[in-house]
């Protein structure tokens, strides 16, 4: 065999492993190492360039064409493996560097976002009432007149209804009509209707009643409180009102006032004052001389006791009924109560609470 005939098959031997070595080559720098040992000066193909000077003219007639395209042909495929690793590095780096635009904004929500001051009173009376023993009972803000006013010893025809300014929906056929309650105290009936004493309760929710002005809102909170038991007394109520009030406005002492009253559900019946002080800013709690309602109160009318099933001679109770808004308007400082359902974000970062910041009796109510 004459060397021009083995000449093309050493050529192809040799583009197939510079091409191997070409598809091998994992990044740039291997690939460029590679095109130096083909093409570089002392490359494998450029030696082999060197060698058509000694050939014969009918050899290198042969021989110039072939290795002319075995280095354009080794070029094209470097470039096009250059592109090829350019193009994987590109990927790569885009899926590293991962940018969601439909993501939320880094400072989320919880950092931004404000828990609305009677949420967070809420929550405080949650923490508080559970320590002393209370579970949480609930309904419907779209009450029967019966557990709204009948059942809670409110006769038909009597003043004290008119006093509440009650929301009513139209009459129904059979007669009745429900209304929108006008205060959390039906929720006592409900429990007591559902529930054998011991029973130890209080009742968040939403109130109405037709009023407006800087003090009153047509829709307001109320949390009720029932303790039915065989020995429950006035001692009692005044304790676990006073303990409350010492939590909730964070005060060693709470000056409170139990002024004798009227409410149709309770015999006796007190409305409860706090001591404050009024100053151009605002209210001072626990000095002064001057005195805030907070809450009406009493023991349970033995009607009520006896509505609900509950033998009146036999157990007795006490509740109370407070303004949500209220004591949030006195501990927080804000003035306004409309401003707390305006819905305007400015008042919220201002007046609301961290989200994180779960009032508890051991980590603090309200710092
Ligand atoms: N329901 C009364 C009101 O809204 C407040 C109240 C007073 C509730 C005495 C009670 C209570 O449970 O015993 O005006």
Redesign the pocket.
């Known amino acids: 065999m004459d060397a021009a005939s083995s000449q093309p098959d050493e050529l192809a031997t040799l583009e197939a492993e510079i091409d191997a070595a070409i598809s091998g080559a994992a990044d740039e720098a291997a690939l460029d190492a590679v095109r130096v040992s083909a093409l570089g000066k002392k490359g494998s193909v450029s030696e082999k360039m060197k060698t058509l000077g000694k050939m014969s003219p009918d050899e290198r007639q042969v021989m110039g064409p072939a290795l002319n395209g075995l280095k354009a042909r080794v070029g094209d495929a470097i470039a096009a493996r250059r592109d090829a690793l350019a193009a994987e590095a590109l990927t790569r780096r885009l899926e590293a560097e991962r940018v969601d635009v439909t993501l939320a904004p880094p400072k989320s929500a919880l950092v931004e976002g404000r828990v609305h001051p009677i949420s967070q009173t809420m929550d405080e009376l949650f923490a508080i009432f559970a320590d002393l023993g209370f579970s949480v009972a609930e309904g419907p803000d779209i009450e029967t007149d019966d557990l709204n006013f009948t059942k809670l010893n409110f006769p038909d025809g009597h003043p004290a209804r008119d006093e509440h300014d009650t929301f009513f929906f139209p009459q129904r056929e059979d007669g009745t009509r429900r209304l929108l309650r006008?205060?959390?105290?039906p929720v006592?009936i409900r429990t007591m209707l559902n529930q054998k004493p011991p029973i130890r309760i209080i009742a968040p929710g939403r109130?109405y009643r037709n009023d407006s002005d800087q003090t009153h809102t047509p829709m307001f909170h109320?949390v009720?409180?029932?303790v039915v038991d065989e020995t429950a007394h006035v001692g009692h109520l005044k304790w676990v009102l006073r303990e409350f009030c010492k939590a909730f406005f964070e005060v060693e002492d709470a000056s409170m006032r139990f002024r004798a009253s009227y409410?149709p559900?309770?015999e006796p019946?007190y409305e409860v004052d706090i001591r404050c002080r009024r100053t151009k800013d605002g209210i001072e709690l626990g000095a002064g001389d001057d005195w805030l309602e907070i809450?009406?109160?009493?023991m349970?009318h033995p009607n009520v006791l006896a509505n609900c099933g509950i033998d009146p001679d036999k157990y007795q109770g006490f509740?109370?009924?407070m303004g949500i808004d209220r004591i949030a308007m006195l501990k927080y400082g804000m003035p306004d109560l409309r401003a707390f359902f305006d819905g305007d974000a400015r008042w919220l970062s201002h007046y609301g609470f961290a989200a994180f910041d779960r009032p508890s009796l051991a980590g603090g109510l309200s710092k």
Do not use: K, N, R
Request: proline letters at 0%.
């Open positions: 006008t205060h959390t105290s006592q109130t109320q009720e409180g029932l409410f559900f309770t019946s809450l009406g109160s009493g349970v509740a109370w009924g």
